[in-house]
């Protein structure tokens, strides 16, 4: 048997250092609004607001500790408009080590490191790009 979810990720949590410094870093290089937690065990928490809030795939940040160095885990976000335009945000709210963009059947990315060094890529998909079906 053969599990086949609808979304093979279901939540996203990303370790940094300053809640609200790391915020702002997210929502100006993704454009997606940010929900602050307070009163969630055992701290803190800026949840993702995507297109079904409270549904779907989505993740958050939360006080921890980041690989720093770009080694740990990437996690991929979603952007809009082209991804130059993403690139430039990026580095203007504080990313560094750019790879060059990477074009894939469903779209385009780049990787890079947030302020905390976390690695992240940011994505800009193809809107007639279809894949990961079974073959």
Avoid at 21 to 40: C, H, I, P, Q, R
Avoid at 48 to 56: I, P, Q, R, S
């Amino acid at each position: 048997m053969t599990y086949r979810p609808e979304n093979a990720t279901v939540w996203i949590e990303i370790p940094v250092t300053d809640l609200d410094k790391a915020m702002e870093f997210y929502s100006a290089t993704t454009g997606m609004a940010l929900n602050k937690v307070t009163d969630m065990e055992p701290n803190p928490i800026a949840m993702f607001v995507n297109e079904t809030e409270g549904k779907g795939v989505a993740g958050h940040l939360y006080p921890g500790k980041p690989a720093g160095d770009g080694s740990g885990p990437t996690v991929h976000l979603a952007t809009p408009g082209k991804l130059e335009a993403t690139m430039d945000r990026v580095k203007e709210a504080g990313g560094t080590g750019f790879s060059p963009i990477i074009t894939i059947p469903p779209g385009r990315f780049f990787y890079c490191q947030d302020p905390d060094g976390n690695s992240v890529s940011f994505f800009e998909t193809d809107p007639d790009a279809t894949y990961g079906a079974a073959t």
